[in-house]
C-alpha cells in the first residue's frame, strides 16, 4: 500500500517536485534528506516534539498540546522531514503552516514550526527555517512571508535566524515555558517572500477549503450539540454614565445567524474587521463559538439587540495555561456614542475576571486610528505589528498592530476611572474572582 503524505488539507498546495533532495547546510559540513513526511510518521514526531520540550528546546511544556497537535498543526499543515542519509534517522521536522497571526484567510503568511534532534545546531536550524520559505513559495497557494516563534532567551538562534533575512515584529510578554528556564517571552520573527504577481484567494476557494473541514456532521455534532460556554454571573444589568440601561446576558445558540450577519455587515463596511475573516456561517460557529463565552448586549427598555462580545481563548498563545483572551467586539452603529462601548469595556473586566482569563491580546487594523487611541486610553501596552495581516475594504493589505493588557491592572485602572460601582454587581452575584 502506497504510503499517504502529510499534506495541508486546508488548502489546496501544489505538490513540491523533485523530492527527496539532498540539501547541504553550514557550508557543506551537515547533508539532509529533505522529504514530504508519511502520515505512518506522525507517532515519530509527536515524541520529537516531547523530547524537544523535554529540552527547552525552543518547545514550550504545555505548547503542542493534543487537541491542537490533532486538529491543527497536523492536519493543517504541510509536514517535511530532514534526515541523516547515511542512516535515515530522522534529525528533524518542519512544518508550514496557515499563520493564525493574521485576520485573514486568504493565505498570504504561514507559519514554520521545526522540531529538531539534539545533532541539529542552530545554525542548521535557521538555514531549515529559510529553506521552508522556499518551500512555502513552491506551494504556490500565495504565502508572500513567513514567521517563526522563538524563545527571547535563545539568544543564539535568534541571532541565526537574524542572518537568514527573519526580523522580529513583536515581543510577546512571558508568552512559552520552556523546561529548566521557566516562563519565558516570545519573539515574532517575519521574513519576507517575493510578492512578484502574487493574487488573492478566491472566496469560492476558501469556502471550498472550510466545507472540506467543517463539514455539516461535523457542525452538527459539535456546535449544535455544544454551543457556546456560558458565563456563570451572567445575566447582569447596569447602567451607562448618560442613564441608559442594558443587561449583558448568554448567547442563545439560535442567535448565532444574527450575529454571523453583524459581523459580516461590518466587514463589508471596512468597519474593524477583514473582508474574509469570516467568511462562512460555520467557520465562525466552529472557530468563534465553540468553546468561547459569547455575550449578548440588549437595550433594556426595548429588548433591542444592541451588541455582542466573543471572548475567544487566543488562538496564538504558546502556553496551555495562563490563559489569554482575544474578544471580538460588536456595537451597533446607532449605540456609538451612548456610553455602550465603556459600559462593554468595564462589564468585560468583570466577566474575563469571572472565568479566569489573566490577560488580553488586543489587535486591530493599522488605519483604525480611533480604536489605537481607545485600547492606549485602557492602557493596553504595544507588543508590535505584525505586517499584512488584513485585507480591509477600501483599504486593501493593512498591518495589525497587537497589543496586551493584564485583566487585573485593568481592573484597578477602570475603578479609579469611575467604575468602582461595578464591584456592588460583583458582590450581588456572589462573584469571586478566578484569577
Known amino acids: ?138 506551494l504556490d497557494i500565495g504565502y508572500t512571508q513567513i514567521c517563526v516563534h522563538v524563545a527571547f532567551s535563545m539568544t543564539d538562534l535568534y541571532l541565526e535566524l537574524r542572518k537568514q533575512g527573519f526580523v522580529t515584529v513583536a515581543l510577546f510578554p512571558e508568552w512559552v515555558e520552556l523546561a529548566g528556564i521557566g ?38 455534532s459539535t456546535y449544535f450539540s455544544s454551543g457556546c460556554v456560558p458565563v456563570p454571573i451572567l445575566p447582569i444589568t447596569t447602567t451607562t454614565k448618560q442613564g441608559l440601561k442594558f443587561t449583558f446576558r448568554n448567547a442563545r445558540i439560535e442567535e448565532d445567524e444574527m450575529m454571523y450577519k453583524m459581523l459580516s455587515d461590518a466587514a463589508n463596511e471596512g468597519d474593524g474587521y477583514a473582508i474574509d475573516e469570516y467568511p462562512t456561517i460555520d467557520f465562525f460557529r466552529m472557530v468563534y463559538l465553540v468553546g468561547s463565552h459569547v455575550v449578548i448586549i440588549e437595550e433594556d427598555a426595548t429588548k433591542a439587540v444592541a451588541g455582542f462580545i466573543i471572548y475567544l481563548k487566543a488562538l496564538e498563545g504558546r502556553r496551555a495555561t495562563g490563559s489569554i483572551v482575544e474578544p471580538a467586539v460588536i456595537i451597533k452603529r446607532e449605540y456609538r456614542g451612548s456610553g455602550l462601548n465603556m ?48 485585507y480591509q475594504r477600501g483599504h486593501g493589505w493593512v498591518d495589525l ?32 474572582s478566578k484569577l
Open 343 to 390: 459600559l462593554a469595556r468595564s462589564m468585560g473586566t468583570i466577566i474575563k475576571r469571572s472565568v479566569g482569563f489573566e490577560r488580553e491580546l488586543g489587535t486591530t487594523f493599522s488605519t483604525n486610528n480611533a480604536a489605537i487611541k481607545t485600547l492606549k486610553k485602557f492602557h493596553l501596552q504595544t507588543i508590535g505589528t505584525f505586517p499584512n495581516g488584513a
Open 1 to 138: 500500500m502506497a504510503k499517504e503524505y502529510c499534506r495541508d488539507r486546508f488548502f489546496p498546495t501544489t505538490h513540491i517536485a523533485n523530492l527527496p533532495k539532498q540539501f547541504s547546510f553550514n557550508k557543506g559540513k551537515k547533508t539532509l534528506m529533505i522529504d514530504y513526511a508519511t502520515t505512518d510518521q506522525l507517532h515519530i514526531f509527536k515524541k520529537m516534539i516531547n523530547d524537544a520540550a523535554n529540552r527547552g528546546d525552543n518547545v514550550g511544556i504545555d505548547e503542542y498540546h493534543e487537541d491542537y497537535v490533532a486538529n491543527f498543526l497536523f492536519d493543517m499543515s504541510e509536514i517535511f522531514q530532514a534526515t541523516d542519509p547515511s542512516t535515515g534517522h530522522i534529525e528533524a521536522v518542519m512544518f508550514i503552516q496557515f499563520c493564525f497571526y493574521q485576520r485573514a484567510l486568504d493565505s498570504r503568511s504561514a507559519t514554520v514550526h521545526i522540531i529538531r534532534s539534539s545533532d541539529i545546531d542552530n545554525i542548521i536550524y535557521a538555514e531549515l527555517a529559510s529553506l521552508m520559505g522556499d518551500f512555502a513559495q513552491a
Open 183 to 220: 516562563v519565558d517571552d516570545s519573539a515574532l520573527m517575519v521574513k519576507q517572500l517575493d510578492a512578484t504577481n502574487r493574487k488573492m484567494n478566491s472566496k469560492e476557494e476558501i469556502v471550498k477549503a472550510i466545507k472540506s473541514k467543517f463539514t455539516p456532521e461535523i457542525v452538527q
Open 401 to 432: 498592530v497587537y497589543f496586551i493588557l493584564s485583566v487585573e491592572d485593568e481592573y484597578k485602572m477602570l475603578s479609579k476611572m469611575g467604575f468602582g460601582h461595578l464591584t456592588s454587581l460583583e458582590n450581588k452575584k456572589g462573584f469571586e
